[in-house]
């Protein structure tokens, strides 16, 4: 097993104001200039500081906010970051192997065909309302992510992860087996996912609450290292120490309680003030760094720190069932049309890299379409389009039987690198005939149009967090996410053999095995039906000051501060 201290850090709506910015805008952002005089040494500081200090408060940038602060529910990425630190799952994945390890479950066994999980927990885990965490309470969890409540308002958030679900049977104090109707190979993963909506284990206090309770974030009580002391909707959260806590996975190898007395997320939208604000001292760190800051924030003394999200590239699901995307050769064509290494250089930087998959290498199974299907072709692109028909029109965008090759895109904008990249493509596609029009929102309006894309977006762009090749089949199997709307309608598509070939994925935990069924299922999406066009692999990007310590990146590459302390613990 891995030292994950040492992976993660060297792994190289209107909104209110924020009070929190004290001097104003423009303080902020003159002390990006004299920054490098008053915070040098960066590398010095780090090397000299090896031992915790406890105490403190750091103060954190986001580029979004908390909806809610139940962690069940959440959408985006601030959400599921400080879920994580206020629950605890019931296993860890190791961010380095992808093995999973114990954490509230000291060990597990499952049925030979996958469908009975026995999970064996810690006896001496409690909430932070001193009730115990127990199989009780491991049942009622699983339950009401899985089922939802209605009366309570309550939406079934962890159906589609823990798909085919049936009951968690109590055998004693701390045993519980959970069932599922059908074999789950991904259910072991799935319990220690810490993406969005994650099953966090809340009290049973909390579970009676209706979804409108649940905003009261002293009324959210969960096991993890943290809790919460304030919730001020777009604008900041503050979590404190739970006192006693001394159960984080033992991969982390941190005895006892957090460090640190408090953290403080503050939302800041504009990059160039979560920048700024790092520069003057307003805050300790920052996620969401701009590719264009990254550089000068290190060469002022800032450390960077990154790590790439598993699950999918950033991609273009196409919409199989809307004109013009409902044509094979079109979406290869936008696969083909254009320039990698023109994004490579203008927009990423060593932190993110080129997709070459609709899966990111990190996950089991990975393979590499950049020599077939994902290369750069423009001709071959152009080839496929006029023996489809489409002609090149008077202004250059290619026309069939009368209508303009035109393709909406409905992306979002809480990923710095989404929208330049998407302009180069649309910039390269345009050469080829194809008018690529872009609508790059955030998460809420996103979310609202998404739900009309079927009949109106040819593609949505987005990725999807989880550390398993499983991914696949919760984002494009016709029986779950189904993010291309393949139907039985769908030109060319063979919808049983795609049910089926993402449907092998949750059938073994063979290794050799199971990254066969991977290949398949990468072949089916990628290659024959091109149902998507990846386009990078996103990571997350911290920038932090040279007393900032111990932040990690776990396997979904969320943020962990159970380890994290302050050089001068204040």
């Known amino acids: 097993m891995s030292d994950l201290r040492s992976v993660v850090e060297n792994s190289v709506p209107p909104r209110r104001k924020w009070p929190w910015v004290a001097a104003g805008l ?43 602060p139940d962690p069940q529910w959440g959408t985006n990425y601030a959400e599921s970051l400080i879920g994580n630190n206020i629950t605890d799952k019931l296993t860890w994945q190791d961010p380095a192997t992808g093995a999973i390890t114990p954490w509230l479950a000291q060990s597990w066994e499952y049925t030979k065909d996958l469908t009975e999980f026995t999970f064996h927990l810690r006896p001496d885990v409690t909430f932070s309302d001193g009730t115990p965490f127990d199989a009780q309470a491991v049942k009622a969890n699983f339950d009401q992510y899985v089922h939802g409540d209605p009366a309570l308002g309550i939406l079934p958030n962890g159906a589609p992860l823990l798909a085919g679900y049936q009951e968690t049977k109590v055998v004693d104090e701390h045993t519980v087996t959970v069932r599922f109707a059908k074999p789950s190979a991904s259910f072991l993963q799935a319990s220690s996912f810490t993406a969005n909506a994650q099953p966090g284990f809340l009290s049973l206090s909390t579970l009676k609450l209706s979804a409108q309770q649940r905003t009261d974030p002293k009324k959210i009580i969960g096991t993890g290292p943290f809790v919460y002391e304030s919730w001020e909707p777009q604008v ?19 005895d006892g309680e957090a460090y640190l007395d408090k953290v403080v997320f503050n939302t800041v939208p504009e990059a160039s003030v979560r920048t700024g604000s790092l520069a003057s001292g307003a805050i300790d760190a920052t996620l969401d760094v701009s590719t264009t800051d990254e550089k ?19 991609h273009f699901a196409f919409n199989s069932s809307l004109f013009p995307t409902d044509d094979l050769a079109v979406r290869k064509a936008i696969q083909l049309g254009w320039n990698r290494q023109t994004i490579e250089k203008t927009v990423l930087t060593p932190s993110y890299s080129i997709a070459k998959s609709i899966l990111e290498p990190s996950v089991p199974g990975y393979a590499d379409y950049s020599g077939s299907a994902l290369k750069y072709d423009p001709d ?7 023996q489809a028909g489409w002609v090149p029109g008077p202004d250059g965008i290619r026309v069939r039987d009368g209508r303009k090759l035109t393709v909406k895109l ?6 710095v690198a989404n929208k330049p990249a998407y302009e180069s493509v649309q910039q390269d596609l345009r050469a080829i005939g194809i008018d690529l029009q872009l609508t790059v929102v955030p998460i809420p309006d996103y979310a609202a149009q998404q739900a009309k894309a079927k009949d109106s977006w040819n593609i949505t762009a987005a990725n999807r967090s989880r550390n398993d090749p499983a ?7 016709p029986a779950s996410g189904n993010t291309s709307y393949l139907s039985q309608a769908s030109p060319g598509v063979d919808l049983n053999e795609v049910t089926q070939t993402l449907g092998k994925l949750e059938t073994t935990l063979d290794p050799a095995q199971r990254a066969q069924y991977t290949k398949a299922a990468q072949d089916l999406v990628v290659d024959k039906y091109a149902l998507v066009n990846p386009v990078y692999n996103p990571s997350q990007v911290i920038a932090q000051a040279p007393y900032v310590h111990g932040i990690l990146f776990d396997a979904q590459s969320r943020n962990h501060f159970v ?5 001068d613990g204040k």
């Open 236 to 254: 900041k959260t503050v979590l404190a120490r739970r006192q006693g806590y001394h159960w984080a996975p033992p991969a982390l190898h941190h």
């Open 296 to 314: 000068p924030l290190a060469d002022q003394g800032f450390q960077i720190i990154h790590r790439g999200v598993s699950g999918t590239a950033i």
């Open 26 to 68: 423009v303080a902020v952002l003159i002390a990006a200039v004299v920054v490098a005089l008053v915070r040098g040494g960066g590398a010095d500081a780090e090397a000299g500081a090896s031992t915790p200090v406890r105490g403190g408060t750091l103060r954190f940038a986001l580029i979004d906010y908390q909806r809610s």
């Open 380 to 386: 071959q692109a152009k080839r496929l389009l006029d």
């Open 563 to 567: 380890d994290a302390w302050k050089s």
């Open 410 to 415: 409905l992306g979002i904008n809480n990923l």
């Open 471 to 477: 991914v696949l089949k919760l984002q494009f199997s």
